[in-house]
């Protein structure tokens, strides 16, 4: 008897999905789940894993290969073989709790962050928010900047190509002016916190009430792209460069989670303990 099995990609019908196999050259389908329902269910439940010290750190980024950045932004480099979580946190002399903290955090759906302050390293957490902001201005953006003009160069329509570029060099200015002010501002409260001063007329709650999603406007920019951008420029580059956008939109959107979901409750029972 032969047996095929034709991958992963399920046979939706009626509401119901199948898997097909091929038996002596016929092929059968498998009911698998009844429900679409069903299926999503299975996903959230392996997306809700939780990551401990002991898993290897390689698994970690094959199941989600988002956490790369995770990673770079707490310093740590690749080539780690199969070390685990713990082994590879304490090479790189990472909170491997903060570590955690922050990659569970990212990958599970909700935003409840009663289960992730414990044992929390407040400046561990900010290194990371500031290796963050660097990524994003240092490297990030000029990139989309450099392949968006490469992509543009060669298009007729430079008024619109003009006015594309002015709003991504005013996008990133915000950008820009929102970081530096957490860097400068923010973070330096943090500090005389954690050297246990008490700084008078501030705490963190002035910040959360004006902190911004800064990934809005990019989507604008992605939208007006998406729908005005003029014939002739690369449009292989173009495809290229609104991945980054797409990607840096998500990426922008998981920091200020981190930002508003676990820095800022993090800093609250700092300042609670301080008193
Ligand atoms: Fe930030
Ligand atoms: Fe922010």
């Known amino acids: 008897m032969k047996l095929d099995f034709f991958g992963y990609f399920p046979h939706i019908c009626k ?7 091929g038996i002596d050259n ?34 970690l980024i094959c199941e989600n290969y988002a956490l790369l950045q995770v990673l770079s932004r707490f310093g740590i480099s690749l080539g780690f073989g199969d070390k685990n979580v713990r082994e590879v946190c304490e090479l790189n002399n990472v909170d491997c709790n903060t570590f955690l903290t922050v990659v569970n955090f990212l990958i599970e759906d909700s935003n409840r962050m009663e289960d ?8 561990s957490l900010m ?27 060669d298009s007729k329509e430079k008024e619109v190509t003009f006015l594309i570029l002015r709003f991504f060099d005013a996008y990133v200015d915000e950008v820009k ?16 916190l954690l050297r246990g001063e008490h700084p008078q007329g501030y705490n963190i709650s002035v910040f959360a009430s004006h902190h911004e999603h800064i990934d809005t406007k990019l989507t604008e920019l992605k939208n007006i792209i ?3 951008f003029p ?18 939109e998500e990426d922008l959107a998981s920091h200020n989670r981190v930002e508003d979901f676990l820095f800022v409750p993090a800093i609250k029972k700092l300042e609670k303990e301080a008193k």
Do not use: W
């Open 116 to 123: 992730h302050l414990e044992g929390i390293s407040v400046s």
């Open 127 to 153: 290194n990371y928010l500031r290796e963050a902001h660097s990524y994003f201005l240092d490297f990030q953006l000029p990139s989309i900047r450099k392949k968006l003009m490469e992509a543009i160069g």
């Open 26 to 59: 016929s092929d059968f389908y498998i009911l698998f789940c009844n429900r679409i329902r069903t299926m999503n269910n299975v996903l959230n439940m392996y997306r809700t894993r939780i990551y401990k010290p002991t898993d290897k750190m390689s698994d």
């Open 15 to 21: 509401n119901e999905i199948y898997l097909k196999i």
């Open 226 to 228: 998406i729908k005005y």
């Open 177 to 192: 002016k929102h970081m530096e002010h957490e860097n400068e501002n923010v973070f330096t409260y943090v500090e005389q």
């Open 231 to 248: 014939a002739g420029g690369n449009n292989r580059l173009l495809n290229a460069t609104l991945f980054d956008i797409f990607s840096c």
